[in-house]
């Protein structure tokens, strides 16, 4: 990778997460020479979750139509549901994900963009 490419290291804002100012990484940072800098991403943003992009509803979509009486028929179900989703689903969906994270690291872990 060319070293003077800017590298955006996304992160959620759980507590275990370091703060985007933080000394250690800082100095980490200016040691290796490379430009790095921590975003957040937006707190309970449903847009990074690649679940709510469209795979729980297509998922869900084929399990409802089996009746199940207990959780591992559930799960069975589900499962299958997930292995019969055609692949340029999933491959959109992740698509649909990689470009909401590009939009959240433009608006600097902001989540007030437009596709």
């Given at each position: 990778m060319?070293?003077?490419?800017k590298?955006?290291?996304?992160?959620?804002?759980?507590t275990?997460?370091?703060p985007?100012d933080?000394?250690?990484f800082?100095?980490a940072?200016?040691?290796?020479?490379?430009?790095?800098?921590?975003?957040?991403?937006?707190?309970?943003s449903?847009?990074?979750n690649?679940?709510d992009?469209g795979l729980?509803?297509?998922i869900?979509?084929?399990?409802?139509?089996?009746?199940?009486?207990?959780?591992?028929?559930?799960?069975?179900v589900v499962?299958?549901?997930y292995?019969?989703?055609?692949p340029?689903t999933?491959n959109?969906?992740i698509?649909?994900?990689q470009?909401t994270?590009?939009k959240?690291?433009e608006?600097k872990?902001?989540?007030?963009?437009?596709?």
């Amino acid at each position: 990778m060319d070293e003077s490419v800017k590298i955006d290291v996304q992160q959620d804002n759980a507590t275990p997460h370091i703060p985007t100012d933080d000394w250690r990484f800082l100095e980490a940072v200016e040691q290796c020479g490379r430009s790095i800098e921590l975003v957040f991403q937006p707190p309970n943003s449903p847009d990074l979750n690649v679940l709510d992009l469209g795979l729980f509803t297509e998922i869900q979509s084929r399990q409802e139509q089996h009746l199940t009486r207990d959780f591992d028929e559930l799960m069975a179900v589900v499962e299958a549901a997930y292995w019969e989703l055609p692949p340029p689903t999933i491959n959109a969906t992740i698509l649909r994900l990689q470009t909401t994270m590009n939009k959240c690291i433009e608006e600097k872990g902001g989540n007030d963009f437009k596709f």
